[in-house]
DNA sequence: GTAAGTGCAAAACCTTTGCACGTCG
DNA sequence: CGACGTGCAAAGGTTTTGCACTTAC
């Protein structure tokens, strides 16, 4: 936690990448540019990969599929590519507490979202709760604390898991 | 995750500890003796810390205290009982994404709470959120999984952090 | 050309586990 | 006694980092 890029994307960030935008990759090499960063053939791959995978997946997932474009990207630049993608608001990074983290093609809605996770199979259905983002905005100023985020998770047995009697896929 | 011990406390826990009770070593002992357990040396003093412990603290904070209580206690004690004292609803973990779980003895309150945790300082307030349970199991119910249980957790700046320039202390 | 970016492998970090010994009942 | 519990140290699994080499600009 805390790493240089982390650092690098708080100060100054210009104007996040618009995943409803045409033109999403200029948009990300628009990002990279003003950053004074350089469009790699590895960081490309990367942003492609993360742009295509459907639903949540981890980082080891997005090695996968960014290796499928360029044999040559590592776990490091993923690691190391991955808070850029995330300044840049191209995903987003979902913590539901299991031992790795998900991620998420972010895709235009700025409606705050709760996470529906099942505790069997693990997967996460996302659902709109702008309503919670007000009442916990009310909390914390309620309790002299200048509010920065919030995160409504609640865990549950999907319908399939319910039949499955509760087994790991 | 999924020890043994957990597998063992999610079938058939004899009923909670009452936190309010006055005899709570007692009824610790009783769910130790439920469980066909025994009353460790190590077991006592791991459940004396983690009662005498104010506030949230780390899984390392309760081995230094167990150990200031009874010099035998290792780190894998500490990780062994965690579980049993969680079943027995002595403590209740709570998880914020940090790189470390945090535990806070269980004092009685079955209302459900959110956490406010400062981002500088890791400063947890829990504040009762009753309406949230509500809340999250309609989420549930209504996308047709079943809820078991629910997180909400703002991540704010604390009034003292504010002052500070955001520094970690 | 030169500084940013990369791959590799080792390190970091909290937590879990295998094993032989200790001890509760 | 005999199984449960313990300490120790090593393993686990994800993420980070140091270093020398590449490469974008």
């Known amino acids: 936690m805390g790493s240089q890029y982390q650092k690098c ?8 990448v618009h995943p409803d935008a045409p033109e999403q990759s200029g948009a990300f090499q628009a990002f990279i540019a003003a950053k004074g960063l350089r469009a790699t053939r590895q960081r490309m791959a990367v ?12 980082a080891e997932d997005l ?7 360029d044999r040559t990207v590592s776990r490091a630049t993923i690691y190391r590519a991955i808070p850029l993608l995330i300044g ?9 507490g299991r031992d790795h ?4 093609a972010e895709i235009g809605t700025t409606n705050f979202r709760a996470q529906l996770v099942c505790e069997s199979c693990d997967t996460i259905i996302e659902v709109d709760a702008p309503f919670m983002e007000w009442y916990g905005k009310a909390v ?19 319908e399939r ?7 790991r896929p």
Chains 1, 2 share one sequence.
């Open 140 to 158: 914390a100023a309620k309790h002299g604390m200048r509010p920065i985020s919030q995160k409504l998770q609640v865990t549950a047995l999907c």
């Open 63 to 69: 090695l996968k599929k960014s290796r499928s474009l």
């Open 101 to 104: 983290k998900y991620y998420l």
């Open 88 to 96: 840049s608001s191209v995903i987003r990074e979902v913590d539901v």
């Open 47 to 58: 942003f492609e990969a993360a742009r295509s995978i459907a639903g949540h997946y981890t």
């Open 161 to 167: 898991c319910q039949k499955r009697k509760n087994l």
């Open 9 to 16: 994307l708080k100060s100054g960030m210009p104007k996040p």
